[in-house]
């Protein structure tokens, strides 16, 4: 518990970061209409794409002990894969209404 508080005490900073980027990132999207939602969707692809590769290279550079960078960089794959697959889903749903009926 000690090394909790430890950890919280030495990265403050870090965790008002995340949190303020959590409160803004909900109020973008919150504004963005629902009509430009698929087309953002699948441009972020890319971007998670960029991250996947990033966490990796992060596990990869993290010390065998390290187990907080481990958990954070598996839990980035993870989730950036998700969000990566998500959006090929909603994208390859939005690309069929365009297709002409038989």
């Known amino acids: 518990m000690e090394a909790i508080i430890q950890f919280l005490g030495d990265n403050l900073q870090l965790i008002y970061t995340l949190i303020l980027s959590i409160i803004v990132g ?3 999207i ?8 698929t087309p953002l969707m699948s441009g972020a692809n890319a971007i998670h794409g960029v991250v996947i590769i990033g966490a990796i290279i992060v596990m990869g550079q993290a010390s065998p002990d390290n187990y ?7 839990l980035a794959v993870i989730l950036g894969t998700l ?19 038989k």
């Open 26 to 28: 909900v109020e973008v």
């Open 30 to 37: 919150g504004k963005v209409p629902s009509a430009l939602h």
């Open 68 to 74: 907080g960078a481990l958990i954070i960089g598996f």
């Open 83 to 101: 969000n990566v697959v998500g959006g090929f889903v909603v994208t390859d749903r939005m690309l069929e209404m365009f297709k002409k009926k």
